[in-house]
C-alpha cells in the first residue's frame, strides 16, 4: 500500500481509483446505491435487486453457515467446495475416499445424501415486526427484564410465523436493536451430494493458503434440493423429487477483467463495525490474543496426541482445523490493527460523536452519552473475562466430551420448562438440530485427546485470579487431597475419564431423553462435572442477559448517532440476513515493494504443484492443463484464470455466494477474504482489504475438462468444449 | 514471471525488456562489452575498467570472503554490515554490547581492532602463467601425477612471487583449468573497525529475510587500512598511519531510478555454470538434499541443547547460522530446478557440443568425448558419496572439537614434509591463519553440544551401506562391547569426551607445536580419533587427487567446444578473482500474480519494524524517520530508498561489492541474491535472478540522521544536511 506510482501498472492505479466499496447493504437499501452502481457497470435495474423473491436474488439461498445459489430449473446448487466438505466426509469410507478423490454422480440416482442437518432455507419474505418486538417496553424496565421481554416476543412472532410448517422463521436485529425484521424461508430438508472435486482442486493450497493471495484454489461443489412428489419440504425420502426453484442463476460464459464490477448477494454472520473505541481495545487487548493463545496450545496438544495413530488424527482433524481457522483470523486482525488504527477510527468517530450531541442539545437529551454507557457495559463484562474465557473452553470448544456432557445436562434443566420459556437452542423448533449436533460430535471425540485438552484448561482454571475462580472446581480438585495443582488435576481426571460414558453415542442418545434427576442417578463423572460447573454457567448467563437489556437501551442511541452523521445512509452490521455487497476486480499492495495482481491462473496452480498435500493437484488435472481449449483460455493472462480478487465487502457466511457482473450472470464464488484484509470485521480499508472469488472459467474448466461434469454443464446451459 | 501484460506497471515492462545481464566478466573482457554498456547507459570508457589498478577499479578491495573498496583518501573502508560483523563480535562485550547498539569511533584513536585475521588485500598486478603451470605436461602423465605438478608450479610460482614480503599472490584457475592466473595483491594486516550500526540496522530481517525480497536490511559498514609509517603493510601497532589507496569510489548524491544501468566490481567465490548434465543431476540428487537433512538435524540438535542456556545460545549461534544460510541456499536450489529445467539446459547444451564435434572431425579427434569422461568421474566420486559426506561430517563440520583434532593432527604429519610439498593449508605462509582459525573455533566449543552434533553423525555413519563403511570407527565401537548401535556410540562418547582437552584453547595451541609422536603420547583421545581416521582421510586425498588430475585434461576441453560454440565470448566460472557484472534496477515477478518493485522504502522498515528481533529498528530511527531531509526524500517513493533490486549477476563472495553507476559513482553495496535467483550458482535466469543492493541513499540518512556519523560523512566529501 505504499508502492509508488511509478512502480504501479495502470490497471492498478485504476483499481486504486476505485478503491473498496464499504458495505453490506439490506437489499432494501440498494436502490439508495444506484447512481454509483450504474457508473461502475452495474446493468440490472437497481429496484430489481432488492425484489427479495425475484429474478436474481431468489435464487439466492442460505445453507445455515454458507450461501449458495440455485443454478438449474432442477434444484441444482452451486456453493464452495468448503461448504460441501462435511457432506463428501460423511460419504467417504476408506475403501471409498471421496475427499482424496472427489465424487461426481453418473446420474441423479448416484446422488448422495448430505450431511445430517444439511439443510437449504429460500428467503420467502422479510417483515418489520419492530413494533412488535419492542413496543411498550418503557424506559424504567429493568434489564434484565427487558431482554427476556424481547426474546420471548422474538419466540412468539417465530412460533405463529412457523406454525404453517415448512418454513424456518426468525427475527433478526438490525442496527444493533433499532430495527427487528422477520425472516421467513423455505427449509428444504433433503439435500443431497452431486458432485465435489479432488480434494486438490477444492482445497488446493489447504491451510497453508487460507486466507492468502495469491490462492489457486478450486472452491466449487455442487448439491441438489429435493421435495415431496407435492413440492413440498419432506425429510429424505427415495421418493422426493428435485425442487423447482422460481429462479436460478445463468452461469457467464465470458470471464471477469481486472476493473470490471462484480457484485454479490449473501449471508454474511458477523460483523462489529459499531463497536465503540474501548470495545475494540477489549477484544483487542484480551479476548482475541487470549483465544489465540489458547487455540495455539490446544492445537500443540493435539498435534502431540495425533503421533498416537490415524485414528487419532482422524478425530482431531476438524478441531484442529477450527482452532487454527479463528486463530489465523485473529491473529490476522491483530497485526493489522497493533498500530493502534482501529482504536484511532473508533475514537475520531466517538469524537463526532460527541461534537454532534454538543450541537443538539434535544439530541443529546434524548441519547444521553451512549459511548460512556458502551464502556460502563465493556468494564462489567470484562470484570470477568478471564474466567469466561475458562468456562467457555471448559463447557464449549476445549473438551468435546465436557461440551456434550454440558448440553446434556442443560436439555435437562430446560426441558421441563412450557416451550417458550426455554433458550432458544433447547426449544422443540430445535430438537432434531441439537441431536444432530450430539451425533456429529461422536467423530471429534478421541479420550486421549480430551483429556490433553481438557487438563490444559483445567492448568488455566487453577491460575485464574481471587475474584473469578471457578468455585465448584477448586473444591473438586482439592477434593483428590493431593499436594499441587498439577497432580490434583490429574487426580480429578483420572476419576472423570474412568467413570463417564459420554464417549458412547448410543449412551448419550439416551442422556438426551432423561430429567436431571435421572441423569444424575447415572453417577457418570462427566455430567456430574457439568452439573457442578451448570450454576456457574447460569449465573453467568444472567448477568449476559442483564448486559444484553442494557446494550438493548444503549445501542440504539450509538446508531441513531452514526444515522444522523450518515444521513441515513449506513448499513448495518451483518447479522446472517441477506445482503448486498459490490465492488471492483482489483489487486492491491500487501507491503511494501509488492503488488499482487487481482488473477491468478492455472500455470500458477502448476507452479504450485508439488504433488504433496496441500498442493496435491491430481493426475488429471496435470494432464488437461497441457492443452487448453481456447475457450477456456484468457489472452491476457496466457492462461485458464483460477481464482480472482475484487473490493467486494464480506465476512464469514457469505462462502459459497455467487459473484455476478452487471448482467446478473455468474461469474464467480466468493469463498474467502484475504489476509491483510481480516480486520475487516472490524474496519473496511479499501486499499486492502479484498475478497477472494473462485472464477467460474476455472470453475468450467475444471467441470469440463478435468472431471468431465458434462451432465451439469449441459443442465446449466453451458457449453461443452471437449466431449471424447 | 507468469504475470499477465495488464498488469505490469510501464517500469516493470522496462525492467523485462532489460533482463538480466549475465555473466561474471573478467576485467579484460571489459572492453568487449563495450557496445552493450554504452547502449545501457555506461559513461565511462570500457578500457578504462580493464585497468585493475587504476581508477576506479584500484579502489575495489578483497576482504578474504568479502568485496570492499576505498571510499577516501584516508583508508577507509565501506563494505557490508555483515562483512564487519565478527569484528564488532569481537569487541563486544556483555558490558558494551556493539552489535545491538551498534558502534561509531568518535575520533581515529577509538577505531578498533577487527577481528584477529581481517585483511584488506589490494590487487596490483595479474599475470597469465598458464605455460608455467602447464607446460610440459605431456598427455601420458598419470592423473595424480598431473595434479603434483600442477599443484608444486602453482607453489612455486606463489612462493618466488611473495618472496618480496607484504604481498599475497596466489595461481587462479580459469575456465576449468584452461588458463592460469597469477595475482598479486598487496596484503594490509592492520584493519580497524571505524563504524557499525545497530544490529536492528544493519542485520534488520536477520535470519527471516535472508535471501528475500522485499528487504530492508542497512547491510553497510565501515573499516580502515593502517599501514606503517613507512607505507609498508604491518602488524597492527599504534604507530600504524592509515594507508593512502591510490584510488577511492566517491559516493552518489542522487539515487538509482528504476531501469538504471548499474555494475559491480567484486570478487565472486565459486559458481558451477560449467558443470554437465550428470554432474548437476548428481549434486541435486545427492550432494545438495543430502546437506539439507543432516543441516536440518544439527540446527535442530542444537536448538534442543540451546535450552540449556545462554552460554550454550552464544557458542551455537555461528554454527547454526553457517548450516542455516548453505542449507537455505541448497533448498533454494532444489526449490527452483525441482523441474529438471538445471538437466534439460545442461542436455541441450551437451547436444549443442555433440553437434559441434560431429560437424569438426578435427576437432572431435583433439577434444574426444569430455561430456562422457566427465560423466565417468562423476561416477567415481559418486561411488563413496555417502562415505564421503560422513567424513566431512566428522572433520570438518559435524563437530568442532573433532575438526579441531583433525587439523592438529594433519599439522603434525605435515610439519616435517619440505614446505613445497605440504598441502596448502599446512604451509609457513598459512601458518598463522591456521593458529587464527584455532584461536577462533574456541567460541564455538560447547562440549555437550559438540557431543549432541557428534552423536548425530555416528548415527549416519553406522547406517553406510556395505563398501563406504568406516572400518576405523567401525572397530572403536565394536570396541566398547555394547550390544547396539545406539548404545556402542554412547559408551564411545562417553570416553572420546572424558579423555580429551581438545576443548581448552592453550592446550591445542601446544599441541599445534607438536609432531605425530609427541601428540600420540599425550593419550588425547580426540586426538586418537582424528589419528585412526586420517588413513581413510588420506586414501580420500589421493583418490581426489586423482579425480583433479583427471578433470585438468578433460574440463578444458569441454570449455574449449565451449568456446567455440560462444565464438570466445564466454565468461570463466567465479574463482575468488576480481570480476565485472553489470545490470540494471529492475524487479520482477517471483510467481503467479506477485510483482516485486525494485525498490524498497523506510516507509517499508516501519511496516516492518514490530520491535522485536529480528525487526527491532532503534530508537533513533524510527525518530529519525519522523520528518525526512528533501535531500534524501526520492520523490517518486515519497520516502527515503532502503534497498534495490538489479539484474546483475553476483555470487557469494561479492558481499560488500560497491554499485556503481554509469559515471562510477557509488550508489549502493551488494549484499545478497534473491530466494527465487538461488540456482543462479549453476544457471542465470534472467527472469528472476536478482542481486539485492543497500541504496547509498538510505546509507547516507542512517550516517546522517541516525548515527550521527557526520565526520565521515565528510571525510568522503559528503553533505551533511542536519547537523543540531
Known amino acids: 500500500m505504499k508502492l509508488v506510482p511509478t512502480v504501479l501498472c495502470a490497471s492498478m492505479l485504476a483499481a486504486a481509483a476505485a478503491r473498496g466499496e464499504e458495505g453490506m447493504w439490506m437489499p432494501a437499501q440498494i436502490p439508495d446505491l444506484a ?51 462435511g457432506s463428501v466426509q460423511f460419504n467417504s469410507t476408506p475403501e471409498r475416499d471421496l475427499i482424496q478423490n472427489g465424487f461426481l454422480a453418473a446420474t441423479r440416482a448416484d446422488e ?51 406454525a404453517p410448517g415448512g418454513r424456518r422463521c426468525r427475527v433478526a436485529s438490525f442496527y444493533e436493536g433499532s430495527l427487528f425484521l422477520e ?27 487460507n486466507w492468502m493471495w495469491p490462492r489457486h484454489t478450486g472452491d466449487f461443489g455442487f448439491l441438489r434440493a429435493y421435495v415431496s412428489p407435492g413440492g413440498q419440504p419432506a425429510d429424505p425420502s427415495p421418493d422426493n423429487v428435485p425442487y423447482r426453484p422460481e429462479h436460478w442463476l445463468k452461469v457467464a460464459t465470458k470471464g471477469v477483467q481486472p476493473g470490471d464490477l462484480v457484485w454479490i448477494p449473501g449471508y454474511p454472520g458477523r460483523t462489529y463495525r459499531y463497536r465503540t473505541e474501548v470495545e475494540v481495545a477489549s477484544a483487542r487487548e484480551f479476548t482475541m490474543p487470549a483465544y489465540v493463545r489458547l487455540a495455539k496450545d490446544l492445537i500443540a496438544i493435539l498435534e ?26 485473529y491473529e490476522g486482525i491483530l497485526l493489522a490493527s497493533r498500530d493502534g488504527s482501529l482504536e484511532a477510527q473508533r475514537a475520531e468517530r466517538e469524537r463526532r460523536i460527541a461534537a454532534l450531541l454538543a450541537s443538539d442539545p434535544a439530541l443529546a437529551v434524548e441519547l444521553g452519552d451512549p459511548v460512556a454507557a458502551l464502556a460502563a457495559l465493556d468494564a462489567e463484562k470484562r470484570s470477568t473475562e478471564r474466567r469466561d474465557q475458562v468456562l467457555d473452553a471448559l463447557t464449549r470448544f476445549g473438551s468435546v466430551m465436557l461440551s456434550q456432557a454440558t448440553t446434556l445436562w442443560r436439555l435437562a434443566e430446560e426441558r421441563p420448562k412450557p416451550d417458550l420459556d426455554r433458550e432458544d437452542a433447547y426449544r422443540d423448533r430445535d430438537r432434531s438440530r441439537l441431536m444432530q449436533g450430539i451425533a456429529r460430535a461422536q467423530r471429534s471425540i478421541e479420550a486421549g485427546s480430551d483429556r490433553a485438552g481438557l487438563r490444559h484448561v483445567l492448568g488455566l482454571a487453577v491460575e485464574l485470579p481471587a475474584g473469578q475462580r471457578i468455585a465448584a472446581l477448586d473444591e473438586r480438585l482439592a477434593a483428590t487431597g493431593k499436594a499441587t495443582d498439577g497432580e490434583r488435576i490429574e487426580a480429578f481426571l483420572d476419576g472423570l475419564y474412568a467413570g463417564t460414558r459420554t464417549a458412547e453415542l448410543e449412551v448419550r442418545r439416551a442422556m438426551a431423553k432423561e430429567s436431571t434427576e435421572q441423569l444424575a442417578a447415572r453417577g457418570d463423572s462427566m455430567i456430574d462435572f457439568a452439573r457442578a460447573l451448570a450454576p456457574v454457567a447460569a449465573e453467568r448467563r444472567a448477568r449476559d442477559r442483564a448486559l444484553e437489556g442494557a446494550a438493548l437501551r444503549v445501542r440504539p442511541a450509538y446508531m441513531k448517532a452514526l444515522q444522523k452523521l450518515a444521513n441515513g445512509r449506513l448499513y448495518p452490521d451483518a447479522n446472517s440476513t441477506l445482503r448486498f455487497t459490490w465492488g471492483k476486480v482489483s489487486g492491491y499492495q500487501p507491503r511494501d515493494a509488492v503488488a499482487y495482481a487481482p488473477r491468478t491462473t492455472l500455470a500458477g496452480v502448476l507452479e504450485k504443484a508439488t504433488g504433496e498435500e496441500p498442493f496435491h493437484a491430481p493426475a488429471a488435472l496435470l ?62 480499508d479499501p486499499d486492502v482489504v479484498r475478497t477472494i472469488h473462485v472464477d467460474a472459467v476455472y470453475m468450467r474448466w475444471v467441470m469440463d475438462e478435468v472431471d468431465r461434469a458434462h451432465g451439469l454443464l449441459r443442465e446449466m446451459g453451458l457449453p461443452v468444449l471437449t466431449d471424447n
Chains 1, 2 share one sequence.
Open 35 to 85: 447512481p454509483e452502481l450504474a457508473a461502475a457497470g452495474m446493468e440490472l435495474d437497481p429496484a430489481r435487486l432488492a425484489d427479495l423473491t425475484g429474478d436474481p436474488m431468489g435464487a439466492v439461498i442460505s445453507l445455515g453457515g454458507c450461501t449458495a445459489s440455485f443454478v438449474s430449473p432442477e434444484g441444482l446448487i452451486v456453493t464452495n467446495h468448503h461448504c460441501v466438505y
Open 112 to 162: 448422495l445424501p448430505a450431511a445430517p442437518g444439511s439443510y437449504v432455507y429460500v428467503t420467502t419474505g422479510i417483515r418489520d415486526v419492530s413494533a412488535e418486538v419492542l413496543g411498550g417496553l418503557e424506559p424504567g424496565v429493568e434489564d434484565a427484564e427487558r431482554a427476556r421481554r424481547v426474546e420471548r416476543r422474538e419466540r412468539e412472532l417465530v412460533d405463529a410465523c412457523e
Open 183 to 209: 425472516v421467513t424461508q423455505l427449509e428444504i430438508r433433503d439435500v443431497r451430494l452431486v458432485y465435489a472435486s479432488a480434494e486438490g482442486i477444492g482445497n488446493f493450497g489447504g491451510e497453508t493458503d
Open 304 to 329: 502431540r496426541e495425533n503421533q498416537r495413530g490415524k485414528a487419532v488424527e482422524i478425530a482431531n482433524y476438524g478441531r484442529i482445523r477450527g482452532y487454527a481457522n479463528a486463530m489465523k483470523k
Open 623 to 684: 494432464a488437461a492443463a497441457r492443452t487448453i481449449p481456447p475457450g477456456y483460455l484468457d489472452p491476457a493472462l496466457g492462461s485458464v484464470p483460477v481464482d480472482f480478487l475484487s473490493t467486494c465487502d464480506i465476512t464469514g457466511g457469505n462462502s459459497g455466494s455467487p459473484t455476478l457482473n452487471g448482467r446478473g450472470e455468474l461469474v464467480g464464488l466468493a469463498f474467502d477474504g484475504n489476509w491483510e484484509g481480516m480486520v475487516s470485521d472490524y474496519r473496511f
